[in-house]
């Protein structure tokens, strides 16, 4: 819900204006809407349903960003601001995280002694 809020928020301000106010607009949902629909993402295990529940609300905002209804016109625009799908975005939010907490030298200890109490 808070996903529709702070969209809708800057959507209202944005009616009726030129191109160039949109393509910023696609840009505030990209740096600042899409953290609050991915929040956490990495660290769930998302099923393809709430992945594609997920996606079907960013694609629904793009739509009314750029006032499109064509599924391959909002998938299109999508490539052209650089928002990918969601599958995507969050396997490489998923990737960083796992990189970084393998870094850290306290997580290896704590996974080598989860490890060797689980394969007891």
Not at 3 to 9: E, G, M, P, R, T
Not at 74 to 92: A, F, G, Y
């Amino acid at each position: 819900m808070k996903f529709y809020h702070v969209f809708y928020s800057l959507y209202g301000k944005t009616r009726g204006a030129n191109s160039e106010l949109v393509i910023q607009l696609n840009k505030l949902m990209k740096y600042y809407c899409m953290p609050f629909i991915l929040y956490a993402t990495e660290a769930l295990p998302l099923s393809d349903r709430i992945i594609s529940m997920l996606h079907n609300c960013v694609s629904t905002a793009t739509a009314n960003i750029l006032s499109v209804t064509h599924r391959d016109a909002i998938m299109s625009d999508r490539q052209l601001v650089n928002l990918p799908r969601l599958t995507e975005i969050t396997e490489k939010r998923k990737q960083k995280f796992m990189d970084r907490l393998l870094e850290l030298d306290y997580f290896t200890v704590v996974l080598n002694v989860y490890s060797s109490n689980v394969f007891l």
